[in-house]
């Protein structure tokens, strides 16, 4: 039986109130967070049963990458926040001569260079979920591969979400900085559409 204690829905009141952080950065890394604990209950299931023994090779690859990539994903939303805490802390240096202004364009540079960073790992640690998805789908204990799609679609839609924190970030960018990011996010966002279409066709096979 599930219990969703204090500090679970602490975090939901805190995205819910009228602060900007955490935001929809933070929220993409922790459903990402919720992506790798479903992998892994989708992995403990396929290894508890012989009758999936053709699934317990990924399965056990699933379950030591994502006990790593849980807590990073948990990381990343901490990080998230932090990362457009000092933007704003930026835009509040003084600029009333020539060297503040000076100092406070370029914290702000920097600011945005990480709060772009951040949302980007996101996407990237999605998409390693994704191929780990990917090929556990085929040999999966088969009572749970709703779950196995749960987690793909989760980590598709933080992998979307954290695409958009990095794009509106990279307005405020330099095009030498930007497009250096764009590139990387494209190429993430591509391998994503494929890998996402590839298993929900397994998962919709699979149902039958």
Avoid at 4 to 31: K, Q
Avoid at 152 to 178: H, Y
Wanted: aromatic share 2%; charged share 20%; hydrophobic share 45%.
């Amino acid at each position: 039986m599930i219990s969703m204690n204090a500090g679970y829905e602490d975090v939901l009141h805190h995205i819910a109130s009228d602060s900007p952080t955490p935001g929809g950065g933070s929220v993409a890394a922790l459903s990402l967070a919720h992506a790798h604990a479903l992998a892994s209950m989708v992995a403990r299931l396929t290894l508890g049963k012989e009758i999936w023994q053709s699934g317990h090779e990924s399965a056990n690859h699933v379950l030591s990458e994502s006990s790593v990539g849980l807590q990073t994903a948990l990381t990343l939303a901490h990080r998230d926040a932090e990362s457009f805490q000092a933007v704003m802390q930026a835009f509040r240096l003084p600029k009333s001569g020539d060297d503040e202004v000076s100092t406070r364009k370029a914290a702000i540079m920097d600011a945005y260079i990480i709060a772009a960073s951040v949302p980007l790992e996101t996407t990237q640690n999605g998409l390693g979920l994704l191929l780990l998805l990917d090929d556990m789908a085929m040999s999966c204990n088969a009572n749970a591969i709703t779950d196995l799609a749960a987690s793909a679609e989760l980590a598709n839609t933080a992998i979307i979400i954290a695409g958009l924190n990095v794009r509106i970030n990279l307005q405020s960018l330099p095009d030498v900085n930007a497009d250096a990011f764009s590139s990387e996010l494209a190429d993430v966002e591509e391998q994503a559409s494929s890998l996402i279409g590839r298993i929900r066709a397994t998962v919709e096979d699979r149902m039958r």
